[in-house]
């Protein structure tokens, strides 16, 4: 069983970025999934989650507006389009199950590696 989160990068302040996140070992469809982040210092926070029961998007205060989550249940894989990223978006990004969505915070339960992403002023 294996989350596979790749696209990451650096970018400027503006700019754009696609995440994907591949699994390996178990289907998505029938999973809340989404991203969550860690920034160097900080406390991990959550971003984004797609449901599996009605496939409602669920953001972060601070994305909404900028991030949509989306999935395609065909290649099994999950993306994060982000747009318009501000310096405070850098962070190592995280692709994770959850087990349930409470006021639009997704309660992650496994993941696996994550990509960076840097956005420069």
């Known amino acids: 069983v294996q989350l596979q989160a790749s696209g990451g990068g650096l970018v400027q302040a503006g700019g754009s970025l696609r995440l994907s996140c591949a699994a390996f070992?178990?289907?998505?469809?029938?999973?809340?999934i989404g991203w969550f982040r860690q920034a160097p210092g900080k406390e991990r926070e959550g971003v984004s989650c797609i449901s599996s029961s009605d496939g409602s998007a669920h953001y972060r205060d601070s994305v909404k507006g900028r991030f949509t989550i989306s999935r395609d249940n065909a290649k099994n894989t999950v993306y994060l389009q982000m747009n318009s990223l501000k310096p405070e978006d850098t962070a190592v990004y995280y692709c994770?199950?959850?087990?349930?969505?409470?006021?639009?915070?997704?309660?992650?339960?496994?993941w696996g590696q994550g990509t960076q992403v840097t956005v420069s002023s």
């Open positions: 070992g178990f289907t998505l469809e029938h999973l809340t």
């Open positions: 994770a199950t959850a087990y349930g969505v409470i006021a639009d915070n997704c309660l992650f339960d496994t």
